[in-house]
C-alpha cells in the first residue's frame, strides 16, 4: 500500500501500481471522464501512469493549466504523425505545448508546407483523433534511442539524445507512431475534437541563427467546438484591440527606424495621457509618503560591479559606454535601484527617520533581440513608476501592506477589478541558494502573506519562486476579454543594502542594515498603457482619455460658441477639441464616434440661442439639450466613481 | 591721409601713422586718460600702434571687455617678469587673460611655488607697475625668434613658434623683460594700480595630460584699489551663494562617484524644486499651443547620421553603445531635435496644421572632461526645457515673437529683471559658411530683429555670430551681484528640416520645407536651478520654494494643533513641514532661519487655545498672531505678485 495525499489534504492510501486515473474514478466518475493528465510530487505524468511510492497528486482537468498542456502537447504528437504521413522524409525536432496551444518544428526537407495545406491536415487530425488512440510512454536505453533515429536519418532527435542521461530516455507511442518524449500526455487522442492551425513560421533549430532553419508550425486544439469558436472570437476581439493598431489610429505613440526599434516615440496624445498617469500616481504616492527623485539615465561601471548587475546580465545588455578620453566606462541603467541605493548613502539615518520612500518614474534600457520586440509590450526602453522603501525589519509588515493598498488602488481607478496574486517564497530546503539569514526570510515571508491575506487577495504561494534576493508579491490582472497580464510587483531585497553597505543607526545605537522594498504598480509605463488600450479597446476611463469631449459645429457659423463652449469646459478641468470642419454633422458624428471620444456636444442654431448644447455618450446614447453646468456635473459624477480619492 | 570710421559712424580724416591714443586725444582729454587698448578692422591692436589705412577703430576703456584683456594680459606680463627674477631658471609658457583675470603657465624648474609666495610677488609686480614701463612690439624674423629661446634653453615658446608664419613674429618688451607675444596691451604698466594673485595650480602643457605638467598661476589686477576691493567682495559672497555649497546645506541634490562625475543626483527637495518648474513651465507651454511629446535617451547611429550631429561631435561624445548581437550602435542622446524631426516626420502635414511645437523636457548627455565639471552648471548629463517649432516660413515673424513673450515670462517670474539680448545673423560677405537661401535668411534675420525691437527687449546684433544653420537670439541675464550668464536661446534652423527631408503641402498643393526654431527658455534645469540658487543665495520665489512654512512646536504638547495647522495649509496649497522636536523655541527659530524658510509659523499655549498661529518671515519680521485664514491670503498675495498667469 501507498499514501497519496490529495492537494485538499485528503490521504487516499491505494495498493502501489494504482494510476491517478483509478484514484480519480474513486472519487468520482465525472471527475475520471475529465482527467486529462496529472503530476505527482511535482513531476509531470500521465493519467495512467501507475504510481508506486508515498507523494502528492494533483488531478488535471481542461481547466488547469497542467490540463491544457497536456492536450495541447498531445496534439502536438498527432500533428506530427499527419505531417510524416503527408510529407514523407521530413524530419522531426520537437513539439512543445506554449502558451496558448502548441507548435511543432519540422525540417521539411524537400517539401514545402503553406498555410493552404493546413484544411487538410486538420482534417486528417481529427480523423486520427476519432481513432482513441492511446498514448504510451516507454523506457529506452541510449543505445537503442539512438538507433532508432540513426535508422529515421534525424540528426535532430539524436542530438537531443546525446544530451540526455541514459535511463531517463522515454519513447512515447500512439497509433503507428512513436516520438522520443518526456511525457505528459493525454490518456487517448479521443479527447481532441477540434483542431485549428494557427500559423506557420520560420524558426532556427535551437533558437541559433547559425543552424539550419526548420519550419514551425503553429496550432490549437480544444475538447469541445464550441470552445473552438469562442477562441476564434477572442483571437479576433484580441486583434481589434491590438494596442499597437489602436495606439497608431488614435496618435498615441510611433516608431522610428532611425530612432531605433524598440524605442517609442510618445505623440502629444499618449504623452498626455502618460503624464495623467504619472500625476495620478505621483498624487497617491505623496499621500502615501513617498518623497520623488531624479536620477540620470545611465551609471559608471562601478555601480552596477556594486550592485552585482553587471557581472549578472552585463554579456546581454547593451554595452559599455566609452568616454573618448580619461578612460571611463558609464552602463545605460537597466534599473533604478543602484541610483536610489547611492541616494540613501549620500546622508546618515537613524531609525527616527525610516522608512524612506524614493520613487521616480525612471526610464531604463534593457536590450532585447529584435524579434522579440512587440508594439509597447516587449520594448528596448521602458519608464518604470519606480520606489524603493528603505526601511527596519519592523516595519516590513506595514509597508508591504500600504504598498498593497496603493496597488489596489491604481487598479480600481483603472478598471481592472478582476485580479489575483501570487506569493514567491524560498525553498527552505535550499538555504544556500538565498542571501539574508532565515529569521529574516521567514519574517518577511510571514509579513507578504499576512498581508496578502489582511488585505483580501486571491493569492497563491509558490514554493521556491523567491529571488535570490528576497521574497516577493506579483499581480496578475485579467483584462476584459479574459487574458492574464502580469501586472505590479512588491519584491523584499536583502541583498542590494548589503551590497551598498547601507546602514541605519538603531535605537540601540548601533548601525543596521535596512530592508528594502521594490515595488512598481504599472511595472512599466510602456506595457501598461498597452495592455490598458487592450482592456478598454481605447475606451480610456473618462479622468484618463485624453480628449473628454468633442464639440461638433453644425456649421462653421457656431464656431464662436463652441470655442466658448470649450474654454468654459477647460475652466471646469474638462479637456475638449472643436471641430468646425465644414463637413455634414453626420459625418462628424461618425468620426467621433470611431475616434472613441466618450462625448460630443453638438451646436447648432437652437443651442446657441437658447445657450444650452446637445449632449451624445459614446455608443450613442443621446442625451438631447442641457445647460453646460449639467453636463459639468454629469462628467464630475462620472469620474468621482472611477477615480476615489487615495486615502492611505 | 587715412579714413578712420569710430563706431558712431563718424569718420576722421588723420595723417598715416596717427595712432588710437593720438584720435582719443582729438576728441577729449579724459577719454586718452583712459584709453587701455584698441581694434582695428576686427584687430586687437595696441593704444600706441600707427594706423597706416583706412578703417574701423574701436577704442577700448576699462569699460570694455577689450579693454579688460588688454589690462590683464598686461599684468600678466609682468607677473612673468617678477617671477623670471625670483625664481631663475624657470621657463615660461604662455599668459593670456582670461574671463576674470590672467594667468601664467611656467615650468619651475627646480623651484616650488606656493601661495604663501604670492604676497611677495603681488608687491613686486606693483613696483615694476609704479615704474611705468612701456609696452613695446616688435617684429622678430623667425630665425631670431627661435635664436632668442634657444638661447633661453625653452623648448615651449620654441613650439610655440615653430607654429607660426615667418613674418608674423612679434616680441613684446617691457622694462628689461621679453615675452612671445601677439600684441594688445596697455600703453604703460602704470595703469596697474591693485594685483591680486588668487590661485595656483598643475596644468599640463597644451591641455594634454601626456604632455609635461606646468604650475599656473591665476591672479587678478584693476586700475583702482577700490576695485580690487569690491572685486574680492563679490568673490567672497559668490561663495557664499555658492551652489554646490547651499545646494548642500539645502539638501536639494547631490552626487556619487558610483554613480559618475557630473552626474546629478536630484534628492527629494530638489526633485520637487524641478517638478515645480517644469509644472510651471508646462502649463505657460500648454497656454502657448505646445504640445509635450516624449522621446528615447538614446537614437540609432543613423539618426545623428543623418542629423549630421555623429560627423560633427562624435568623437568628442560618449561613444556608441554596442549591441551583443544584430551588430547595431546606438548613441546617447545629446541632444532632442533629431528625435522631434522623426516625431513630425511621423504623418503627413497640411499647410493648416502648422505651425507644430513639440515640447519635451529631455536629458540629454554630452562628454565633458572631468576636470572642466563644476556643480549644476557644467555636468555630463542634464534636462533640456526643450521645444521645436516648426513652421512655414510665414509664420517665423509671429512664431518668434510669442517665443519670446514665454522667455520674459518665464524670467519675470523667476525674478531675473535684468537681462539684454544678442542678435547673431549672418556674415553677409561669407554666404558659402550657411545653409540655406539668402532671402529666407534675410527675412528671418528681420524677423528676429523686429521681434526684438518690438518687444522692447535691450539688444546687440552681433554679425558673423549665427550658427551655420541660422540665425538666433540668446538672453544674458544679470543676477543678483552682478554677475552675467548666458540663458535661454532661440534659434531659427534651416538644415534639420533639409537633412530630414521634413516637408508640408502648402495652400498651392506642393510639398514645402518647414522652417524649425529651437527654443529653451532656462537652458538646461542643472544649470538653471545653480543660477537661480546663486542669484537668490537659496531664497527662491515664494511659489516655487520646496517648503514654505515651517511649523515650530513651542513644546510636544502642541504637535497635534501643529498638524492640524499644516493639513489645513495643504488643503490651501501651502507647503508646510512640523518641527516637533523637543528643543527650544529658540534654536528652531535659528535653524528654520539658517534652512530659509519663508515663514515660520509657531504653535504654542496662547495659540491652540485662541485658535490663531504667530507668523514670523524669513530674516526676522515678526507679524504676530493671526487667524490661519489671515495668513494663507499673505501668502497667496506674494504668490501672485511673482507668479503672474500667462496670457499669450
Known amino acids: 500500500m501507498i499514501r497519496v495525499r490529495l492537494p485538499d489534504g485528503a490521504v487516499k492510501e491505494v495498493t502501489k501500481g494504482t494510476t491517478p486515473m483509478d484514484i480519480a474514478s474513486s472519487i468520482s466518475e465525472g471527475l475520471a471522464r475529465n482527467v486529462l493528465s496529472a503530476s505527482y510530487n511535482e513531476q509531470t505524468i500521465e493519467a495512467v501512469t501507475p504510481l508506486e511510492e508515498d507523494g502528492d497528486l494533483v488531478l488535471y482537468t481542461w481547466n488547469d493549466d497542467g490540463g491544457k498542456k497536456a492536450f495541447w502537447h498531445s496534439t502536438a504528437h498527432v500533428l506530427a504523425q499527419v505531417l510524416e504521413e503527408q510529407y514523407p522524409g521530413i524530419k522531426l525536432t520537437i513539439g512543445p505545448a506554449i502558451g496558448q496551444g502548441f507548435y511543432y518544428d519540422i525540417d521539411p526537407s524537400s517539401h514545402t508546407v503553406t498555410e493552404k495545406d493546413f484544411p487538410v491536415i486538420e482534417k486528417r487530425m481529427l480523423e486520427v483523433a476519432r481513432e482513441l488512440h492511446r498514448f504510451e510512454i516507454r523506457k529506452v536505453s541510449k543505445k537503442d534511442a539512438l538507433a532508432y533515429y540513426t535508422q529515421e536519418e534525424n540528426p535532430f532527435k539524436i542530438e537531443l539524445i546525446q544530451n540526455l542521461v541514459d535511463g531517463d530516455i522515454t519513447f512515447c507511442d500512439h497509433a503507428d507512431f512513436t516520438d522520443l518524449c518526456r511525457g505528459g500526455h493525454l490518456p487517448h487522442t479521443g479527447f481532441i475534437k477540434a483542431v485549428k492551425l494557427t500559423n506557420i513560421a520560420g524558426a532556427y533549430w535551437r533558437g541559433d541563427e547559425k543552424n539550419p532553419q526548420l519550419t514551425r508550425i503553429y496550432g490549437v486544439s480544444f475538447p469541445k467546438q464550441k470552445l473552438l469558436k469562442e477562441h476564434l472570437e477572442l483571437l479576433e476581439e484580441a486583434k481589434k484591440r491590438d494596442h499597437r493598431k489602436l495606439g497608431a489610429e488614435m496618435d498615441l505613440f510611433t516608431f522610428s527606424k532611425k530612432v531605433g526599434q524598440g524605442l517609442p516615440l510618445w505623440l502629444p496624445k499618449g504623452a498626455a495621457l502618460r503624464e495623467r498617469l504619472e500625476q495620478f500616481l505621483k498624487e497617491a504616492q505623496r499621500k502615501a509618503g513617498y518623497e520623488q527623485v531624479v536620477s540620470p539615465h545611465i551609471g559608471h561601471k562601478e555601480l552596477y560591479m556594486t550592485s552585482g548587475h553587471y557581472e549578472k546580465y552585463g554579456a546581454d545588455s547593451f554595452q559599455p559606454i566609452k568616454t573618448p578620453s580619461e578612460d571611463e566606462e558609464f552602463l545605460l541603467k537597466p534599473m533604478n535601484c543602484p541610483h536610489h541605493c547611492e541616494i540613501y548613502s549620500a546622508r546618515n539615518w537613524s531609525y527616527r527617520d525610516l522608512p524612506k520612500r524614493y520613487a521616480e518614474f525612471g526610464t531604463v534600457y534593457r536590450y532585447e533581440q529584435s524579434g522579440e520586440l512587440h508594439g509597447l509590450t516587449r520594448v528596448r526602453g521602458f519608464t518604470q513608476d519606480d520606489a524603493h522603501i528603505f526601511c527596519t525589519p519592523d516595519q516590513l509588515d506595514d509597508e508591504f501592506k500600504s504598498v498593497i493598498d496603493l496597488v489596489l488602488y491604481v487598479f480600481g481607478s483603472l478598471g481592472f477589478d478582476n485580479f489575483t496574486a501570487q506569493v514567491s517564497i524560498r525553498d527552505p530546503e535550499h538555504p544556500e541558494k538565498y542571501i539574508g539569514n532565515v529569521d529574516e526570510w521567514e519574517k ?39 487574458r492574464s497580464w502580469q501586472l505590479g510587483t512588491i519584491q523584499v531585497d536583502y541583498s542590494l543594502p548589503e551590497r551598498f553597505e547601507l546602514t541605519y543607526k538603531g535605537s540601540d545605537n548601533e548601525q543596521h542594515r535596512p530592508v528594502m522594498i521594490h515595488r512598481a504598480p504599472f511595472g512599466s509605463l510602456e506595457r501598461f498603457v498597452a495592455i490598458l488600450i487592450e482592456h478598454t479597446a481605447g475606451n480610456f476611463p473618462l479622468w484618463l482619455t485624453p480628449n473628454q469631449v468633442n464639440i461638433l459645429c453644425v456649421s462653421v457659423k457656431y464656431e464662436k460658441y463652441a470655442k466658448k463652449v470649450s474654454q468654459l469646459l477647460e475652466n471646469n478641468e474638462i479637456r475638449s477639441l472643436v471641430d468646425n470642419r465644414n463637413e455634414t454633422i453626420g459625418k462628424k458624428i461618425r468620426e467621433s464616434e470611431l475616434q472613441k471620444f466618450p462625448y460630443m456636444i453638438i451646436v447648432g442654431e437652437k443651442e446657441a440661442t437658447d445657450s444650452l448644447i446637445s449632449v451624445r455618450e459614446h455608443g450613442g446614447k443621446d442625451h438631447g439639450a442641457m445647460p453646460l453646468n449639467e453636463f459639468v456635473s454629469m462628467v464630475e459624477d462620472t469620474i468621482e466613481q472611477d477615480l476615489k480619492e487615495f486615502k492611505p
Do not use: C, R, S, W
Open 444 to 482: 518577511a515571508e510571514l509579513a507578504i502573506m499576512n498581508a496578502a491575506k489582511e488585505k483580501g487577495l486571491n493569492y497563491v504561494v509558490e514554493t521556491g519562486e523567491a529571488a535570490f534576493y528576497g521574497p516577493k508579491l506579483d499581480f496578475m490582472v485579467k483584462d476584459a476579454i479574459g
